[in-house]
């Protein structure tokens, strides 16, 4: 199991699905991930030249014949373990919601309610946060 790390940049929800797709299969379609995730192609492009760039995939183009060519992502070895570190690092965060949740009424130690409400007043027996 990879360590658990956060990375913003996978965490933004296009690109978490992208790296989730890329890690899942070689060789994704372009016109696949965009269409699983209901996005233009610029937008899509966007967002693997940002994963590109900082070299967690690649993106190639592979002639299919007559003319006709297809791009392609693959994760690579980097981006497959800062993918893994953030699934880890995401994994470790419900983990914490989880000791906290249902089988203890949401109450962490000390009687503090976990998630805690932003609105003081708004759920009685909450403790509001400090901004």
Sequence with gaps: ??????????HASTRLSIMAMASAGKGVEFRFIRDELGV???VLSKHLGALEAVGYITVHKESIGRGWRRTL??????????FQGHVAALDAIIGRTERHGPETGGQ????VRGGGSEHAGSDPGT?????
Excluded: C, Q, W, Y
């Design 1 to 10: 199991m990879a360590a658990p790390r956060f990375d913003e940049l996978i």
């Design 40 to 42: 233009s192609d610029s």
């Design 73 to 82: 992502v693959d994760i690579t070895e980097e981006g497959e373990a800062a």
């Design 108 to 111: 962490a130690p000390g009687g």
């Design 127 to 131: 403790v509001p946060r400090e901004s």
